[in-house]
Structure formats: C-alpha cells, structure tokens
C-alpha cells in the first residue's frame, strides 16, 4: 500500500484496526484486500474468506444489486461512495451501516486505493422510524382526538385558529382550510359563565409563567357543553417581560370527564363495595381466603381464621398445608397446578385438620389471579365445610341403599314362597344392612333343655364354619332371642358381662369364628310365636348401631310375615293335597265301600273294647284307693300297737318276740299290698324330680343280680346322649324291680334279661290309638326276657290288679298293676309285647324333660330315732281314735309337748288356747267338711309361722295333683313306724330353723 499520509503504513493499519467502525480497502478496481478486526468480529467470518468480492455474502441478497451497482459507478468515476444497507452480523442479524468510501491517490493524483467504513446506524434508524411513527401518530392522534391549536397576540389581543380549535369552541369552520383569524371576544363568548372568571386568572399566571395549563367548559350554539382541556406556552415576551406571543393547543374531554366523574362515581362505589365485601366476607358463614404466589396466606376471613385458629397479625407467619391431610396432598395441588397452567377456576376436595385436631372435610372453590403483564399473583377462593353434609349424604346413601334393600328384600320375601329361599333372603339383607362380617337364621327348636338351636341359613360364611360346634344355647346371649324378649346388641362380645359362664367353653369354642361386634333380633309370627332369631357377627368391636337395630328390626317384621305366608301356603298347599287325597280316598272308598265299612266297625269296636277297658281299670283304682285307704288306717293301727310290744316286751321273751316279728312281717307285707293298690289306682302321691335313667339303671345293677341269681344274665344297653325325664326315682326303681322279678319267674331254666334305654317319639297316629296317650318325645326303658311270653288273652288282662299267671301262693297279682299305675300317674304310657316261648318285652316311655339340670341330694339314713323337747309343742289332728293315740303316745314318748283334736274346726278352736304350737301333724282326709290341707290353710292365717307335715293313707286331690305331691307340702303315708315319724317330725322342725 502506497503511502498517502505522513504516517506509515503500519501505523496506519494500527489505527485503523482499533477504530469502533468497520474499515477495509480495496485496490483501484474495488477488489477488497483488507479488513480490520471489527470486520471479523461483526462477521464472524474470517478475513480470508471476504478478500476481493467475497464481502457480497454478508449483504441482504434484497439490497445487493443496488449496493453493486453504486461502488460500481464509483469505481468507474472515482467519485466517494456513501449508502445505508443491512449487513449480516455473525448472530444471523442484519443490521442497518452507514458505509463511505473515499479514494486514495498517489503523488499523480491517479486512484491507487479505496478505504471505506461501515458504521452500525442501527439506533440512528430505529430512532427516525419512532420519530416518523410518533409524527404520523401525533397526526392521527389530533385528528383522532379533535385537538385544536391557536396562536395568540396577547398585546393585539388577536388569535389564529386552526379550524379543528374552532370546532371545539362551537364556531362556525371556514370552507378553506388553515388558520382563521379571530378576536378574544369569540373566545370570551364561547366559555361557559361559570368558568368565564377563569380568563382573568388566565392572565394573571401568564405573566409570571411561561406554560398554563387549564380546563374548562364551552358553550356550543346548540346549547351543548362541552369540556376542554388548553395548554398555552409563552413563546415571545417583550423587553419588559410582558407576555406577547403564546401557542396554545386544546382538546375536547368531555368524554374523559365524564369518564372521570363515572370514575369517581365508581371508585366511590368500589370503595364502598370493598367495604361492603370486607363486611360481608368477615361475616361469611363460609371460609373466604387469598394466598399470593408463595402460596402465603394474604388474607383469611373470621371463618377461616377461626377454623384454624389464627390471628390477623400471625397471617404472615402461618403455613396452612401443615393442616392438610397427608393423603390428600396431590388431589389439592394437582388442580392447583392445572388451574393455574390453564387460567381457569377449580374446585377440589380436601381433608384438614381443624386447630382442636378433629378431621374437617373442606370443598375448595378458587380461582388464580394474574397481573395485567401475565404473571401469577396467587389464589383466591372459598372453602366450605362439607363434612356434616356429606355425612347427611352418606347417611342419606345408606339409608337410600337400605330402603333399597328392604326394599328388594321385602319384594322378594313376599314373592318366594320356598321358606329356605326365603330364610337366606332375609339373612343376605341382614349381613348388607348391617356390615356384618357373617350372619345366621336359627329355628326354635326345643330340646331337652328347653333351648333353641336349629342352624337353618347362614350368609357370609360356610356352613362348615359351624359344622364342629355345638348349637347355641339358651344361655345369658342366646335366650332373650329364642324367647323373643327384644334386641341383643353387644358393642363387643367379650366385654360383655354376659358372656362366658357357660359350660363347657366359657365363651367361644376354639377355632370358633371370630367375633366382637354382636347383634341378635328375635323373629315373631302374627301370633306372637318366636319362630326364631337373627344373629350377626363381626371381628372388629363397635360395628352395630342403633340403626342396625332399627333396620333389623324392619328386616324382622318382613321374615315373620314372609315365613308367615309361606307357612301359610305350605299349609294350603297341604289342605289341597290333603283335599285331593280325600277326593281320591273317596274314590277308592266308593269302590271298596263294603271292605271299609267292615274294617270300621271292627276298629270301632276295638276302641269299645280300649273304653271298657280303660273304665274297668278306673273303676277297680277307684275302687281299690278306698279300700287302700281304710286299710291303711288299720294297719297303722296295727303295726303301731305292734312296734310298741316289740319295744316293750323284756330280753328273755324269746316267743313273744318271735310272734311279734311275725306278726309285724305280716302287717307290713299288708302295707306293701296297700301301696300296689295305690299305685295301679294312681292315687300314691309321687315325689318326682328331675331323673337320669341311665344312672339309675346302672345304680340297680347290683340289686338285678342279686334279685335274679345266676342263672339270669342281666346286659343293659345304655343309649348315648339319653334325655332326661321327671319321674319318682324311687317308684320308677320299684317297677323296675317287679318287671325283672317278673321275669326271673317267666324263666325258672334261666335266661336272659336285657334292660335297655333309648329316646323315642309318639306319634299322632299311635296316639290316637291308645289310652291316654300324648304324641311327644319319650324316654323309653325296654326290659326283655328270653322266658315262657304270654298268650293274647293272658296279654288283655295282664295289668289288671290281682291278676297273675303264678301258682297260688306265688304271687299277689299286684306287680304290673303297679308299674302301670304308676306310669301313668307319670304321663307317660306302658307297652307290652309277648309271643309264646319267644320272651316279653314290656317298654316303659316317660315324658321328655325341657327344663335345666337340677342336682338331687340322696336322702340321709337316720339309724336312730330323733327326740324332741317338752318346749315344742306338736298339735295332732287325727279323725280315727286309735290311730291319733298311737301318733300322740309316740310323740310324747318323744319328748314333744302334744295337743290333739279329732276334727278341722276342734283343732281351731285348740289353737286359740295355745300360746305356742311349733308343729301341725294333721291326715288329710277329715270329717266335718274342713280336709286337713284347708285346716292348714286358716291355721296359718292366724299363725304363719307354724310348720305342717301332713299323713295320709289315701291323698286323692288334696295335696296331691296330676300324681305329684303340692309343692313346699311334707307328708308321711300311712303306715308309718315309729321311728320314720320320730325322723320326719324332727326333719320338718329343723327345715325351718
């Protein structure tokens, strides 16, 4: 490079390179050889690749052949280059320089070089496109808004308008446009009188300021007014100061003050709404909140303040989401982040915890708030408590779901005439009503205990689950269920006071299903009748409610009548069939009419000859309790008399004595005689309690091997799981005696004698055919031998009193009498079966017992005769002379103080004459119209704390009804020895001491 300047060349390039602008040079024919760094830097590209004409790749490709075309003619007339045009920065940008390039020429003047510039005159640009916009603006702004300008002479009081200033005075517009001269007066007329002071201030301010600025308002010639806002400028003074030239501008705001009154108006209103909501919101019954994009609270109402029990000044500090449940945290936030992403209101629900702990159900409404830029300002919203209402909703539901169930169930029940399909409805419902794990249907059924205990449907659970276990019980839980004394709820089971005395478990067997939450229902027919119960369980405690009662209780009432109705069909359903077997007995009897009449009248007159039997043996028991009676009155006589020769009589009158203990073996042979008469006449009085008869038979074992001898075999067969019966353990033992001494005699080569037990049922059917027969359940005693049997005559009579297959002298005929008067003083019935040298069989059935185990103290052995004091004092009634003698010496041998009377009404008056009588021994049959039990009666009317022991040789229904003997009644048969009257005297005192 040729050197133009007085620096050199390298000085040059030095400098250039660190000019802010973008230099280069190019040779005489406008080939580019140099860049400086700025070039680069812009560029991004490297100087190598823009030498000679490479510069065209940063240049707009748009502007490109214009920007040639200029350096071109340059080049050609060496005249300076100057254009503006976009050049590509290394960001990708084009960007507006300002390039000049000038001619370098040697010491010849000849063209050697060119050096150009390019300077960024980006913002130079920018601001002459904002100046040409904002001109433009400026323009459609004034005509747009209607303003106005004047010029003003304030010394010759002249004006110049624009006709957009006249305009707005309301003047009349010239048809040329331009400025219009005018005079103050036109200006003066337009202003409105109200504000026509303003001109005086006007010109007081103009003199000391050089720009006013005011507002005021103009009257059109149409009488309209209009606001106009005027900004005057001082643009010429006089050498004294005083204002002479001012340019004034003015625009209509009318719009803008009316808008500025409704602003006022409305901001009075808003001011008054804030105040209003700040009001209302405070004393909002619901939970009113606003959090600003931190999520802080900004403001919390009364409401909400109190709900978590937070103070105004503490808002600041407070961090609501420590209340918030743990488990609801992404079902809050996740529509908090859609609301938010999205601009749209939201509502959720959550659960919190309120400040004294307790877990409140809070339904969210809100909304986010934005600034008017876009950015999140927070949320605002609403909080309700929904947890009593969705409470009221569920419960709603449940109840809805129960009716429903009811419902359906009520529909089905009255619907299912199966009563085991109809059962499992009602069970099904029940476990849905009422949350039960498991639930069950039980049938009364009653057993030997009286219990209920038939398992008929179960919901929930297998019947395998129950396949181990006993039924239940008519325990503490279980009874007032089967006896449908009301509801059985228990909140858990086995805190429950009733439960758990039981044998033999004391609770729950082990293994049994687990249950704490107990609820039972018994189930009523339209009778009254407790058809059975509903159970249901539950593992867990507190599952049942009153309104599991309730439900249940509805749910009872639609068993009993559906089990109702379908009893009700089954029996129509029976008296149709029952309808249809008679329609077609009627049939097959029109055609084997004569065969019928023939089997009738033979069966009619079985049942005479079972009438005439049964009449003969009441007459002959009527007949022999009298004769009993009388007889026993002698043979106390007897045997009394006898007993005291016996006590009398001296050591050494061995004859005597032998005479007297023959005479007494026959006396009491007689007594025994009476006693048979007695029981065949079923006129004994019993004294039956609760019996085992499997343990009495094993107790007479010993007696049966003994009494037979060996060449009996005795076996007995005992029935496992026996039930109980109600019997005299004593009278049973006698007959049990006469059967197996009946039947030694029926086997004098031996044999075999089985005694058997085993639970029966009569039916209606036998009943019907037989004496006195009650169809029910039975406990059965069978005593068979391998003997001689009996023919069918010898059977007809075989219980008649006296009657007896035995050689003269063998046998007094009284032994099955006794049995059978003695069964059926019971309630229970006797069968005989018999074949010719085949054996007999003579079964004994006794009522079932439905009540519970009582224990049955053996009584005690008295080997000695106990004595009384001459303090106690024994009153005897006694219509038969001899036999009061006896019983008064033998109580005053005793020791007894005694007093006697013959009669009810002679022992009354007695009474009223003694201080003190502890005892009253009185027989019950008595003359002069008063019994003995009716004396007892009015004497304890006067003296209730007297003890009476009664004796009797016949009792008939005095003391003794249905064969059992009253109870809280103590009596002594006739005849008695000395010493069973010396301990039963001594027994009655001492039971009330």
Known sequence: MGSTTNIDDEDFIEVIN????????ADANGSIFWYNRRWQEYTGIFAEILLGWGWTKVHDPDRLPEVLKGWKHSIETGEPFEMTFPLRGHDGIFRPFLTRVIPLKDQKGSINRWLGTNVDVSAQVAAEDSLRKNQALYSSALAAGRLGTWQTDLVAKTRLWTPEGMALFGLNIPDGRGRVGGSHDEYTAALHPSDRHLRQKFHELVETQDSITSEYRVVWPDGTIHWLRGHGHVVARLPDGRPHQMVSIVADVTERKAAEDELARAQGALKESEERFRLVAENAPVMIWMGDADGKCVYLNRAQREFWDVNLEDLSQFDWSTTLVPEDTERLFGPFSQAMQAHTPFTVEARYRQHGGQIRLLRTSGRPRFGSSGEFLGMIGVNLDITDSRQAEEALREETTALEILNSTGSAVAAELDLEKLVQHVTDAGVRLTGAQFGAFFYNVLDERGESLMLYTLSGASREAFADYPMPRATKIFAPTFRGEGIVRSPDILLDDRYGHNLPHHGMPKGHLSVRSYL????????GEVLGGLFFGHPEPNVFSERSERLLSGLAAQAAIGIDNARLFQSAQREIEQRRSAEDALQKLNSTLEQQVVERTEQLHK??????????????GQLTGGVAHD??????????NLEILQRNLPADAGRLRRAAENAMKGAKRAATLTESLLAFSRRQPLNPKPLKVNDLVSGMSELFYRSLGEPIAVETILAAGLWQTEADPNQLETALLNLAVNARDAMPSGGKLTIETANAHIDEGYAATQAEVIPGQYVVICVSDTGVGMDRNTIAQVFEPFFTTKEPGKGTGLGLSQVYGFVKQSGGHVNLYSELEQGTTVKIYLPRLLIEDHAVDDASVQTIAPEGTTEETILVVEDDDDVRTYSVDILRELGYRVVEAHDGPSALRLLERQTRVDLLFTDVVLPSGLTGAEVADEIRKLRPEIRVLFTTGYARNAIVHHGRLDAG???????????????????VLDSFK
Request: hydrophobic share 45%; glycine share 2%.
């Open 18 to 25: 660190n000019l802010p602008t973008l230099c280069w040079m």
């Open 520 to 527: 039972a229902v018994p189930v009523r027919s339209r009778t």
């Open 607 to 620: 049942q005479e000859e079972a009438l005439r039997q049964a009449q003969k043996m009441e007459a002959v």
């Open 969 to 987: 009644v103590n009596l002594i048969p006739k005849p008695f020895t000395y010493a069973e009257l010396a301990a039963k005297v001594r027994d």
């Open 631 to 640: 007889f026993n009155n002698l043979l106390q006589i007897i045997v009394g």
